[in-house]
């Protein structure tokens, strides 16, 4: 009995190391890789299998180089990670070429062999503006201010009107006064003409009769 496992398990084992070649050669024996740009500044590509165009599941062993287009600069090597924006067969760079126009050249190691490379252009990236640290006045709040005013300065006015209504005027209190003084003189002095005229008419008349 145990002989037959062993067996069983001896046939099993042989069936999977033949079974894994056989998976691995219809791949292919090499990977093709296309550099297809860059995203801000982060190189892409794209992974496959050169025979069935299947994208790679397992890891990738790969190195990213750039050289400038004048030559005076390079960057890398860089390693590449799996492109979730990209998914399944997107790789890009953890880092960023600066801006310029670059030659970019991939190189696959495993798990087969492959190259992919072409010429990128990272563009220059204006700043984004820096808010002022003024706040503008708004349209609305200036015209608020005169009509709030308007009602404010009128008040006192209307105050100062009703109260000059209310109050008496001095002057015209003393005018009367004078007026009243005027008359009663006026006719004081008429009553005490008169009373003198009449005393003055009884002496002549009594004067007369005693001359007759």
Known sequence: MRIRIVFSAALAALGLMFA???AAHAHGDTVKVVVT???EGHVTADVTWENDGDAVDEAVAATVNAV???GTRTMGPWRLVRDPAAAPAGWTTAEALPPGSWKVGVDVGFP???????EVAVPVVDPAPVASATTPVTPSAAPSSTPSAAP???????ASAASSAQAPDPAADTEGYAVWWTTAGVAVTAVAGAAVGLLLRRRRRVRLDRLG
């Open 20 to 22: 894994l070649p056989a």
């Open 37 to 39: 740009g860059q995203r």
């Open 68 to 70: 400038s287009v004048d």
């Open 112 to 118: 087969a062999l492959g190259h992919g490379e072409l």
């Open 152 to 158: 404010a300065s009128a008040s006192p006015a209307s």
